[in-house]
């Protein structure tokens, strides 16, 4: 697998849990006639939100923080990638 596609996943796992907690915070999501709901919604919306950090610090050691200068570029294989970071460009 590729760092590129790696990304790609990691985007597309942060966008259906960012998706999820959006729908945590739609009104009436709580039945009120349970007790119990209101404490596994709260503890639903913290999971979600604690997959959705942990992700983007994957996500962020991932992705570097490289400019890609030009004399970095080089070609593998028909694909250019920079050889500072070993990143598809």
Known sequence: ?????????????????????????????????YDLSENLYRTLLEIAKTDVYNLEVVKKQLVPDCKHP???????EGQKYCMACNMDL
């Open 70 to 76: 030009k004399e970095m570029h080089d070609i593998c």
């Open 1 to 33: 697998m590729t760092v590129k596609k790696a990304i790609e996943i990691l985007d597309w796992i942060l966008n259906n849990k960012t998706k999820t907690i959006e729908e945590f915070y739609k009104p009436n999501i709580i039945d009120s006639k």
